[in-house]
């Protein structure tokens, strides 16, 4: 996938930039951290479009290489600018819950819900701590109103909930719409009736959530995109 990245004839369906990426994201399952962090700078140096910012995925590199300096300097970088994306949202909380930063991965979480419902978030900088103490989280919701969904695939507002309940739960917030939103999303489309254990959701290559019949909640599972370039749409 790299020496594709490196050789092979971009395309509008697979920027070069999107595929170093993804070469990175590999790199990052093969637990080879360096190799990783060379794709996401190589994505970085191209400049192009990508499915999603190569920053978020190059600061894991750099605590998987012990460069926890470097890596809480990209997470500040990102947190000074807008969110663009619930992916990168997502991706930057998963870090955070992994570094027992639950404050900080709840206002990422929260940032990428708002993004999807179509809202605009600011710098989850100058937001500062979330409000534990507010059963709402993001601007867009209240405690008893369930926001309306736009039309599309929700495969990824889907686990961004699922990954709210969980941080909320874990410090002890009560139950709000957004958790009552996930209620409805775990018994619509995208999810199998009746069973339990991990199940794939459609259009999220590589990603699965573990779904509940009781409660139609449960941490999630969730491991970089395994998604390869198109060898029809990036050919060399």
Not at 78 to 102: I, Y
Not at 168 to 184: F, K, S, V
Request: negative net charge; aromatic residues 4%; contains cysteine.
């Amino acid at each position: 996938m790299t020496l594709l990245a490196d050789t092979g004839t971009q395309t509008p369906g697979m920027p070069r930039a999107e595929a170093y990426t993804r070469a990175g994201e590999q790199w990052l399952l093969a637990d080879e951290p360096a190799a990783a962090a060379n794709g996401f700078m190589r994505a970085l140096e191209d400049g192009g479009p990508s499915f999603v910012d190569p920053r978020a995925p190059l600061a894991r590199a750099l605590f998987m290489m012990d460069r926890t300096e470097d890596g809480e300097a990209l997470l500040n970088q990102l947190a000074a600018e807008p969110p663009r994306e619930p992916r990168m949202c997502d991706l930057v909380a998963e870090l955070l819950v992994e570094r027992s930063d639950m404050i900080g991965a709840l206002a990422w979480v929260n940032a990428g819900i708002e993004l999807y419902l179509g809202g605009s978030p600011g710098p989850v900088a100058s937001a500062g701590d979330a409000d534990t103490s507010d059963a709402s989280g993001p601007e867009t919701a209240s405690a008893d109103v369930v926001p309306a969904l736009p039309p599309g695939d929700r495969a990824e507002l889907r686990l961004l909930l699922s990954l709210r309940f969980r941080i909320r739960n874990d410090i002890g917030l009560p139950e709000d719409a957004y958790d009552r939103l996930l209620d409805d999303l775990s018994s619509g489309p995208g999810t199998i009736a009746g069973l339990s254990g991990e199940t794939t959701i459609a259009g999220l290559s590589g990603e699965t959530t573990s779904a509940s019949a009781a409660s139609s909640r449960s941490t999630r599972t969730v491991s970089p995109s395994a998604t390869c370039p198109d060898s029809s749409s990036f050919a060399s």
